[in-house]
């Protein structure tokens, strides 16, 4: 059964710094890319990044572009978002997601908080 | 990037009934769109893919039209399991964009 677990997340303050992380199970984690997907509170979804099976090859929203970076340990199935220079409008929802562009499998959600 | 625009915001229907979803895009994206269904306090759930193949597990009543700009999710003989907002998405172009949800309430 696939399992992504995410841990990660908290009470930030503007201009901080967070990591979150995704624990993946169940499946071949080095055969398949991966996204991370927020969502704001009360708000729909939005794309954040994408990450091949490689990690050759990544892609950001402009929202975030320059300062958050994501990678992946295919050795311990995990998948990272390091995100800096942290932003009120980046208070949400983190789902890490299995996928190229489609997203078959969720996490059950990581929150980030940016507040002081 | 490509907007997605769904309608009706909220739809108010009844077990039993036929409820259909729509969702624009602001240019082509074939067929490459998209279903996802969230119930409160969990993570999406994927339904539709390539505009109308059901992803594994997921039920017949639960169909997908459309092409190019114009897309609809229909949902046969509404149960009470099936209440939750409803996304589309895009995968024609990067970034990938979300609309912005159906919620289907009784």
């Known amino acids: 059964q696939v399992h992504l677990v995410q841990s990660g997340g908290g009470l930030i303050q503007p201009g901080g710094s967070v990591r979150l992380a995704c624990a993946a199970s169940g499946f071949t984690f080095s055969d398949h890319s991966m996204n991370w997907i927020r969502q704001a509170p009360g708000k729909g979804l939005e794309w954040v990044s994408f990450?091949?099976?490689?990690?050759?090859?990544?892609k950001y929203a402009d929202s975030v572009k320059g300062r958050f970076t994501v990678s992946r340990d295919n050795a311990n199935n995990s998948l990272y978002l390091l995100m800096n220079g942290l932003r009120a409008e980046d208070t949400a929802l983190y789902y890490c997601a299995r996928g190229e562009v489609v997203f078959d499998a969720w996490g059950q959600g990581t929150t980030v908080t940016v507040s002081s | 990037e490509i907007v997605m625009t769904q309608s009706p915001a909220t739809l108010s229907v009844s077990p039993g009934d036929t409820a259909s979803l729509s969702c624009r895009a602001s240019q082509s994206v074939s067929s490459n769109l998209a279903w996802y269904q969230q119930k409160p306090g969990q993570g999406p759930r994927l339904l539709i893919y390539?505009?109308?193949t059901r992803a594994t597990e997921t039920p017949v009543r639960f169909s997908g039209s459309g092409s190019g700009t114009e897309f609809t999710l229909t949902i046969s003989g509404l149960r009470s399991e099936d209440f939750a907002v409803y996304y589309c998405?895009?995968?024609?172009?990067?970034?990938?964009?979300f609309g912005g949800g159906t919620k289907v309430e009784i």
């Open positions: 390539r505009a109308s």
């Open positions: 990450i091949n099976t490689a990690a050759s090859t990544t």
């Open positions: 998405q895009q995968f024609d172009d990067w970034p990938l964009t």
